[in-house]
Each structure stands twice: as structure tokens, then as C-alpha cells.
């Protein structure tokens, strides 16, 4: 079985956009991969976080996860934190890695360009990265399209280490899925939905009032040539609807086109609200389950069992091959 691991932050609340390019795909792919999904607590810690929030937002995304449809006797869930090796293993890569390559990173190259102070895991966040796919060996590393330079500078830092010290690390691939995989703001479609939106407005939090969401999408930003057609360059609004349609209602975009030829974004706009508030309140349904319950502590305990037997192993390699530790 070809195994897959991927991870998400526990910052701020869970979009439409880490649904439907992250853990959609991860429900999907959980049958035929061996599976390990975790919170990627310690990268939160790269911008300040209320404790409290934090311990908020972790317990949500461990219960949205399950809610949405992992199951944890497929799937190796666990808390990036459980993991001691990660860290241990990023302070390696991390002296692998130039600092060119890291500065060449998009996401550290937004931050830098917004003028605020940043914090220097921001810049050497990559190399935890590293740590978390390197360890686990996957054949695949699902993330939505905004991860994936990070994942192809991981495939570099592997092939350097392998070439170094011999064959060590597997080398990963990155799997974007083709629709869905950058879900953009509805307020601003050339921009991406990120959890950072100040006004709220262009973005959808799977936990919110349906309600609220469903308005989102009936006021979210379109053009005026009033056709239902794909084209990202010049239609940005209604191609990612499409895109958020097609992947809710698990129709392809061609279909969507053709029911929807000669009608009005009205219509279209009405009917993906519906489609998204169903699935939505199946998701917070599960979701206020979970969070009744006390299995969570459980699940993680489980989980992060059974990943840091790996991690042992693959880092005791690791120490043997640099010549960190003196046995052989
Ligand atoms: P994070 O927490 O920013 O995002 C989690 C996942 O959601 C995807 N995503 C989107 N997909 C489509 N459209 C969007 N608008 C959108 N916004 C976010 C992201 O691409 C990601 O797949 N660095 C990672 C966490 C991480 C990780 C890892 C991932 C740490 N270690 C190892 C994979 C493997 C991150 O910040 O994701």
C-alpha cells in the first residue's frame, strides 16, 4: 500500500479553502493509502497565538477531521507536538538547506513584503516541513497548490541528503488535485481564501452560521457577461464557483456548464448555496458529536503511538548515517 501524510495548522478557523484542496481529498484517498494526517501545531507557533485559541482551534481541527469523514482506525492521526523526532529532525535538514532556498519562499516572501516584524521560524519553517514528510517515507504528500513549492523543496533537500550520506529518504510527490486545489477569496477571486481574511466577507469557515456562509456565496464577486463558463483568466469569480460546485456536488465542471447554459448566475449561485449548506450541516452535526464525546484524547494518543514508532527508527538512521551518535 502507497502511504500519504499531510498536515494543517491549527490557526484560526478551517476554511472552505483547506476543505476542499486538504481534507476532502484526504476522506477520499484514506481507502487505498496508508494514511498519516496530523496538526501542524508546531508551525502555528511560527505566528503568535492566544493559548487558548490555540488549544481551541487544535481540539476543532482533530474533530473537523473525524467529522468530515477520516476514519481513525484507517488513519494515523496525530499532534505534530506528540512527535518529539519532528523537531530533532528539522534542526538537521534545517543546516541542509541554504538560505537562499528558503528565501526564495513564497509564503516567507508575503510575509516579508507585508513589512511586519517576523519571527525566524517563519523563514526556517520549511525545514520542519522537511522533517514531517521526510520521516514518514510517503509515496505522496496531498496539499492544496500553495504548498507545493515547499513540498518540491523537500524533494531537493531529500536528494541531498541521500547523495550525501546514501539512500535515506524517499522522494516525495506532491498531489494537487486539478480542481480544487486553490480555492480563491469570493470577494477578490485572484487572490487565494485564507483564513487571514480581515473582513470575513471573502472567505468561508466550515464551523460558521450556515446561514452566513450561504450569503456568501449569493453576494460573492462575478462579472457582468452573465455565462456559466470555466475560464479561471477571464472569469475568475464563476470559474472557482464552479470549482467549489463541482467538487461539493462531485459533478464535473463540463456537466455544471451544461445545466447551467443560458441561465442566470442567480440560479447557479442559489443552487451551489444549498449544495454547500448541506454539506456543511452534515459536517458540524458529526462535528457537535465529537465534541460531546471524550475519544479525541484517544485518538491522539493512538496516533501519535504509532507514528513515533516510525519517527524512532528513521531518525536513529538518520543520527547513525550524519555520525551524530558514536555507535554505528
Ligand atoms: P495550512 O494550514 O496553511 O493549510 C492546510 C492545507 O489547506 C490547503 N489550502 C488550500 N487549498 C485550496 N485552496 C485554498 N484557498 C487553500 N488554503 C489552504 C493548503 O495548501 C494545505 O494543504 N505548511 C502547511 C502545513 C504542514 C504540512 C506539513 C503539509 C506542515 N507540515 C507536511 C504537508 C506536509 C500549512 O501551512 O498548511
Not at 88 to 117: F, I, P
Not at 203 to 209: A, E, F, P, R, S
Not at 211 to 221: D, F, L, M, R, Y
Amino acid at each position: 500500500m502507497k502511504r500519504m501524510l499531510s498536515g494543517i495548522k491549527p490557526t484560526g478557523r478551517v476554511t472552505l479553502g483547506n476543505y476542499i484542496g486538504a481534507i476532502k481529498p484526504f476522506v477520499s484517498y484514506q481507502d487505498e493509502y496508508e494514511m498519516f494526517i496530523f496538526i501542524a501545531n508546531l508551525h502555528s507557533m511560527t505566528i503568535y497565538q492566544k493559548p487558548a485559541d490555540l488549544r481551541k482551534n487544535t481540539k476543532d481541527l482533530i474533530a473537523l477531521y473525524i467529522a468530515a469523514g477520516l476514519d481513525p482506525e484507517k488513519v494515523t492521526l496525530f499532534l505534530q507536538s506528540d512527535v518529539l523526532e519532528h523537531a530533532q529532525l528539522g534542526w538537521y535538514l534545517g543546516c541542509m538547506v541554504s538560505m537562499g532556498e528558503l528565501s526564495r519562499m513564497t509564503q516567507y516572501k508575503d510575509k516579508k513584503a507585508k513589512n511586519e516584524v517576523i519571527g525566524a521560524g517563519i523563514f526556517n519553517y520549511p525545514s520542519l516541513m522537511n522533517a514531517d514528510i521526510l520521516m514518514y517515507d510517503p509515496d505522496f504528500v496531498p496539499v492544496g497548490e500553495d504548498q507545493k513549492q515547499h513540498v518540491e523543496l523537500c524533494r531537493d533537500i531529500a536528494e541531498r541528503f541521500n547523495s550525501r550520506y546514501s539512500e535515506t529518504f524517499k522522494i516525495p510527490e506532491p498531489l494537487v488535485t486539478k480542481v480544487g486545489g486553490r480555492i480563491m477569496d469570493l470577494q477578490n477571486p485572484t487572490k487565494k481564501m485564507s483564513k487571514s481574511d480581515e473582513l470575513g466577507k471573502g472567505t468561508i469557515y466550515i464551523l460558521d452560521d450556515i446561514n452566513i456562509s450561504k450569503k456568501k456565496i449569493k453576494s460573492a464577486v462575478t462579472d457582468s457577461d452573465g455565462h456559466i463558463h470555466y475560464d479561471p483568466e477571464n472569469k475568475p469569480g464563476i470559474s472557482n464557483l464552479l470549482e467549489i460546485y463541482s467538487i461539493l456536488a462531485n459533478r464535473p465542471i463540463e456537466d455544471l456548464e451544461k445545466q447551467y447554459d443560458g441561465k442566470g448566475y442567480g440560479e447557479f449561485k442559489n443552487d451551489l448555496a444549498e449544495v454547500l449548506g448541506e454539506e456543511l450541516e452534515k459536517i458540524q452535526n458529526r462535528y457537535h458529536e465529537i465534541m460531546s464525546g471524550s475519544y479525541l484524547d484517544d485518538i491522539l494518543e493512538e496516533g501519535a503511538k504509532k507514528a513515533r514508532i516510525i519517527a524512532r527508527k528513521k531518525l536513529a538512521k538518520v543520527e547513525r548515517k550524519i555520525g551524530i551518535t558514536i555507535k554505528k
